[in-house]
């Protein structure tokens, strides 16, 4: 699953990627630097603790992000 989110500090989207799959779980910021985490769990952690919705032009899709990924975090499955 990945997710496509503009910000209001950069030109490029944020993207957020879990694929379990492969195993990859990244966050690539609007200035092109990164985060990389073992697993799903400590993304979706990480995501909840230092994103915030005012920093997204459009705020739905920042809680349409959340919201999928609280399921994922709860049910395992989007």
């Known amino acids: 699953m990945e997710f496509s989110l503009f910000s209001f500090d950069g ?3 944020v993207e957020v990627t879990i694929d379990d799959d492969n195993g990859r779980y ?11 985490f ?3 769990k400590e993304l979706i952690t990480w995501v909840k ?25 709860t049910n395992g499955k989007f």
């Not at 603790?49 to 975090?73: N, Q, V």
């Open 11 to 13: 030109a490029l989207p």
């Open 26 to 36: 990244t966050i690539r910021k609007s200035d092109r630097s990164g985060e990389y």
């Open 38 to 40: 073992n697993s799903s």
């Open 49 to 73: 603790t230092h994103f915030r919705e005012e920093e997204f032009r459009h705020r739905h899709e920042f809680h349409s992000m959340i919201a999928a990924l609280t399921e994922y975090e």
